[in-house]
């Protein structure tokens, strides 16, 4: 079987930066498994598996807008300091999860700690980075309703593909 449009698809990929930072940092491949169209992964990238079978391998470079989108400022937010609690150990780089209005988890990384307030930054860590991605199938089969439901920002119901 072949890649398609409505696939549950199993990879193990690679990401790399200018300046070769790694993504996994290991810079070890890592597996992911996802449902075509769902948001999970960059469009981009998904039209490049379009088509692929099982141990087909990949290489493609993706510009920040076809990647993990440029940086948004307006995900960039100052909070109170209280807002995390006595107990937190807040340096920068360290990477939180928290609930949307949706209760969904979203993730947000500290920029920076002052006295009173902490910088927090939405933007997905890649946001605004080229990166090569090197990829290859390891799993590709018809999505099944269970997939969709676990893939779907709305837990499988009428949303439509991001």
Known sequence: MKVSENSFVTIDYLIRLQGGQTFPASGVPETISFCMGHGMMPPALEAAMLGM?????KHVHLAPSEAYGEVDEELI???????????????????????????????????????????IDFNHPLAGKEVEIDFTIRGVREATPEDLSQCSCCGGGDCQPH
Do not use: S
């Not at 079978?53 to 391998?57: D, K, S």
């Not at 107990?87 to 209760?103: H, M, S, Y």
């Open 53 to 57: 079978a099982v141990n087909e391998r």
């Open 77 to 119: 937010i100052e909070v109170n300091r209280a807002e995390f609690g006595p107990e937190a150990d807040l340096r920068p780089g360290l990477v939180f999860e928290t609930l949307d209005d949706d209760n969904h988890p979203v993730h947000f990384v500290v920029v920076e700690v002052k006295p009173d307030t902490v910088v």
